[in-house]
């Protein structure tokens, strides 16, 4: 870890899918500890399923007791990635019950949408929030590099540690 800001491993694993439910993929998350000048951030990256009942799930496994609500899972906490869904929906409710939404910290500008990369109408991809991370800004970043390199352009955010 000789990066500016060194991470270390916390957790990796596979997100649950329904018992009846086979996805054609497998989805997971990873944590990270971020060190901030001494500031410990724990930062969760995730890929959920296109299944709803699949995303409900996942949700509910990736804020409980194994990711972020562990007790070595304090705050500052950011939980990013690819949902799969909509703000509209139950699973992206559950994550604002308890984080706030990056892109709509920004006052006076309305979030942008991310899928797919090369017209992008849906907002699927997500970063959150918890206490003592403060969001200065948001970008959606759009050209021919990044409409290749994946379908969602990438999210970004600009943080604070308070």
């Known amino acids: 870890n000789a990066g500016r800001y060194p991470l270390k491993l916390v957790q990796a694993g596979s997100l649950p899918s329904p018992w009846w439910f086979r996805p054609l993929e497998k989805r997971g998350a990873l944590w990270a500890a971020v060190d901030f000048d001494g500031r410990e951030v724990q930062i969760i990256n995730t890929h959920f399923g296109h299944n709803l009942r699949e995303r409900l799930l996942q949700a509910e496994t990736l804020l409980g007791a194994g990711w972020a609500a562990h007790s070595s899972c304090s705050p500052p906490l950011v939980v990013c990635g690819d949902f799969n869904t909509l703000p509209i929906s139950s699973v992206y409710r559950r994550f604002r019950k308890l984080l706030k939404d990056a892109q709509l910290s920004i006052k006076g500008r309305r979030p942008m949408n ?13 970063i959150f929030t918890g206490a003592g991370v403060e969001v200065i800004d948001t970008t959606v970043p759009r050209n021919k590099l990044t409409c290749l390199a994946s379908d969602h352009l990438p999210l970004i955010a600009e943080i604070k540690i308070r």
């Open 114 to 126: 991310t899928y797919p990369s090369r017209f992008p109408v849906a907002r699927i991809d997500h």
